[in-house]
């Protein structure tokens, strides 16, 4: 059984819905938040995802982010090294997906080029008169980006765990990926030990 940790952000313009997806997820659905409260600085959460078909979990602390420009030019520091990323879009507001880009631009910059899993989320999607971003446009945009990419509506609670689930998912593999890399790098090690100590005799 493995525990592992990760720091995940959760960043996107404001309103698109990040902190009433975080507190639901985290509240187990027992609480949608009506009311707009506008973030202003980074809520920190915290949940224990289990990884499916494993006794492994994975720790989120989640860092639910202030959308407004004022308050997130302020979040460089706590955006430090991340292992996962949440970029949020509203499916009515079409600036808010346009926006995404920039958010992820600047989530790359914390990583310094390393790749963490990602996951670009359509919210909202109960508002179905007032869409104006499709779903094909946004999936291509979150292929070609290196991200994974669902829909959701925290207020309808239809698919408010399957991000987490799926950056908790990709957190794991990359940490089994590792494990493999590293047990294969003894294996040679032990292997060309043993050669020598045969070319030795
Ligand atoms: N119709 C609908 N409204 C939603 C949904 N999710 C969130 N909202 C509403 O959208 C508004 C903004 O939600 P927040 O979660 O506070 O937005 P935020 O992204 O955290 O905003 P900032 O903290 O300013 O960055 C609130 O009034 C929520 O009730 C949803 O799935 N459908
Ligand atoms: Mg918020």
């Not at 915290?46 to 979040?75: H, N, Q, R, W, Y």
């Not at 926006?99 to 359509?122: D, F, M, Y």
């Not at 104006?132 to 990419?149: D, M, P, R």
Request: proline share 3%; glycine share 4%; charged share 25%.
């Amino acid at each position: 059984m493995v525990k592992l940790a990760a720091k995940c952000i959760v960043a996107g313009d404001p309103a698109v819905g990040k902190s009433a997806l975080v507190q639901m997820f985290c509240n187990d659905g027992a609480h949608f938040q009506k009311n707009y409260t506008l973030t202003t600085g980074v809520e920190l959460l915290v949940k224990t995802v289990p990884v499916p078909e494993t006794s492994d979990s994975v720790e989120l602390f989640i860092f639910d982010s202030a959308g407004m420009e004022l308050f997130s030019e302020m979040l460089d520091k706590l955006w430090e090294q991340p292992n996962a990323a949440c970029i949020v879009y509203d499916v009515t507001n079409e600036q808010s997906f346009n926006n995404c880009a920039k958010w992820l631009e600047k989530l790359r910059t914390q990583t310094s080029g390393v790749h963490i899993p990602g996951v670009l989320v359509g919210n909202k999607t109960d508002l179905i008169d007032r869409r104006v971003v499709e779903q094909k446009q946004a999936q291509e945009w979150a292929e070609t980006s290196g991200l994974e990419y669902c829909e959701i509506s925290v207020k309808e609670m239809e698919n408010y765990e399957v991000p987490f689930h799926i950056l908790a998912n990709s957190f794991h593999q990359l940490y089994k990926e590792k494990v493999e890399i590293f047990h294969s790098l003894v294996n040679w090690k032990t292997g060309a030990n043993q050669a020598t100590d045969i070319k030795d005799l």
